[in-house]
């Protein structure tokens, strides 16, 4: 299992690294686009809605609310990342408060449908604005900027692993240690500050190209935390299939989900000049 969960994690970094690199922009939107549906598949799966029909109509709004937003223009779309964020700082606030899963009723659980609403449109939203600069540097700015939640998750698993005692959400999460979440701030500090030099960053925009990247590094695992609360409600180990040894899509991007929103926020408030 150990070995095709890192052929699978290699293939997928080879398909995500090569499409930033050779995908036009349009292509990096449609693709983020893309991602966008399979997770709104699986969200709609771990809500209980079991009919196909259900499935297709959410799958349906979650893209015509997307592309109504982009359509609209950058303004409205900020506002909507910017509420994205807002809510992720919350559900970061519930989590550590002692929130978790609850009994699930009978049927189809809107509520859990209508959050997906609001926070699965950012993620190809956020792809789409992180894209747009087509030159060698935006394309190197957006693998950075994927590449926060990687270390992240990185380097909160090996942190945990070696030093992991006290837990994090103990409802949610029995893997998760506030240990874990510290090495992964640390490796995500590293590699921010590598960032600096890389991509030259002025030294009047240091300390907030690090906050945004420390900020999204911290509510990426509110992400994660957010879909155990899903799969633990729907009584599921995996969203989904579709990966071999990882499961679902969706456990693929959760974390992203909840950074990718506070990524271009604070890059656009940091006035980085990577957004177009």
């Known amino acids: 299992m150990l070995r095709l969960r890192i052929a699978t994690a290699l293939v997928g970094a080879i398909v995500v690294i090569g499409g930033i690199f050779f995908l ?43 592309l109504a937003i982009w359509r609209v223009g950058a303004p409205v779309t900020m506002v909507w990342l910017a509420l994205a964020c807002t809510f992720w700082i919350g559900v970061a606030g519930w989590l550590l408060s002692g929130g978790g ?85 640390a ?18 925009a240091w300390l907030a190209w690090m906050v945004v990247a420390v900020a999204a590094g911290l509510l990426s695992v509110a992400g994660d935390l957010l879909e155990s609360v899903l799969k633990r409600e729907a009584g599921v180990k995996d969203s989904g299939r579709i990966l071999p040894g990882h499961g679902g899509l969706l456990d693929r991007v959760d974390s992203l989900i909840a950074a990718a929103p506070v990524l271009v926020v604070g890059f656009a408030w940091a006035d980085s000049g990577f957004l177009a």
């Open 187 to 204: 490796a995500v500090v590293l590699y921010a500050i590598a960032g600096l030099g890389v991509f030259g960053v002025p030294y009047d």
């Open 101 to 185: 899963p609850r009994v699930a009723a009978a049927g189809v659980r809107w509520g859990w449908l209508a959050i997906g609403l609001l926070v699965l449109p950012p993620l190809a939203l956020a792809i789409a604005m992180l894209a747009e600069r087509a030159d060698w540097v935006g394309r190197a700015f957006l693998l950075y900027a994927i590449g926060i939640v990687w270390v992240a998750d990185i380097g909160a698993y090996f942190a945990g692993r070696a030093w992991g005692r006290h837990k994090l959400a103990p409802r949610v999460s029995a893997g998760k240690t506030r240990e874990g979440v510290v090495g992964g701030v």
């Open 24 to 66: 036009s922009p349009l292509g990096m939107a449609g693709a983020g686009g893309l991602v966008m549906l399979c997770a709104a598949w699986e969200w709609a799966r771990l809500s209980s809605c079991r009919d196909w029909w259900l499935r297709i109509g959410f799958l349906a709004a979650v893209g015509a609310l997307a």
